[in-house]
């Protein structure tokens, strides 16, 4: 067997979860996102990966079941098609939601930084003055935690979905990664002294964070990653009804919480 056929049975043995994991390193290689896509719109004709990547799962799956029923082969094939489809949709809505978040995160860092700043640099006989200090002063410091909260328990879901779904290997793009890391040590710095400050000023200390709040949170971002792109990906398959369901059992779910948030 030469060694072009025998890379071509190799392809063909892939599980939907190696065709993407093949895919992801190719396309971390470019760095970014918008770098990877400007690769893919320079050749001629624009590539589409989900593209390719559909057909070599459908090639994989017809290979493995040769010989078996023509009923057997097709089930084979739209599992195939539905594992890798959303797995390449579940990569695409990490980066997506990361890069959503980053941009809300930077303006919401930026505004309690500054309210911070703002009640900082009052005078002492003002704060005196003032009956609502502490109280607005602990509101700005606990909305930081909150804050750093809310990084962690996505980098958590992230990292429970990456392990579930990817085998471990991670979804964020070099750029996302990077940008992604240096938030948080940004959220970070600003939460610790908000807290330093807050001390000097005499605030209360705030009430430990709950461990069980973040992993219900933590269990809400997992479902906002995974159940959309899984609707989504049955909506390209043509499974309309199916991803129907999904989304809205999804939507059902984030209702319902919201009306426990409110109730509580």
């Known amino acids: 067997m030469t ?54 799962a459908a090639h994989g799956a017809r290979t493995a079941m040769r010989g078996k029923r023509p009923e057997v082969i097709d089930a084979a094939v739209r599992s195939a098609l539905r594992e890798t489809v959303f797995r390449f949709e579940l990569v695409m809505r990490i980066n997506v939601t990361a890069h959503e978040l980053l941009d809300r995160e930077v303006l919401i860092d930026a505004a309690l930084a500054a309210h911070v700043a703002l009640l900082s640099c009052e005078n002492k006989r003002g704060r005196r003055a003032d009956t609502t200090y502490l109280e607005r002063f602990a509101t700005r410091r606990d909305l930081l935690a909150l804050r750093v909260g809310e990084l962690r328990a996505a980098r958590e879901a992230r990292e429970i979905v990456e392990e579930r779904y990817l085998d471990g290997h991670g979804a964020f793009f070099p750029d996302v990664a990077a940008a992604w890391d240096e938030q948080v040590r940004s959220t970070d710095s600003i939460a610790d002294a908000a807290v330093r400050l807050a001390e000097f000023d005499g605030v209360p200390a705030a009430l430990p964070p709950n461990p069980e709040a973040l992993t219900r949170r933590t269990t809400e971002l997992v479902a906002d990653l995974v159940e959309p792109a899984k609707a989504e990906a049955l909506e390209k398959l043509g499974e309309g009804r199916k991803a129907f369901d999904i989304a809205a059992g999804w939507v059902r779910a984030r209702l319902s919480l919201l009306e426990s948030d409110a109730d509580g």
């Open 3 to 56: 060694a072009e056929r025998r890379l071509a049975a190799l392809e063909a043995s892939l599980s939907p979860t190696q065709l993407i994991l093949r895919w992801l390193a190719g396309a971390h290689a470019f760095g970014g996102t918008e770098s990877y896509v400007a690769s893919l719109l320079a050749q001629e004709p624009p590539v589409a990966p989900l593209d390719r990547l559909a057909r070599e």
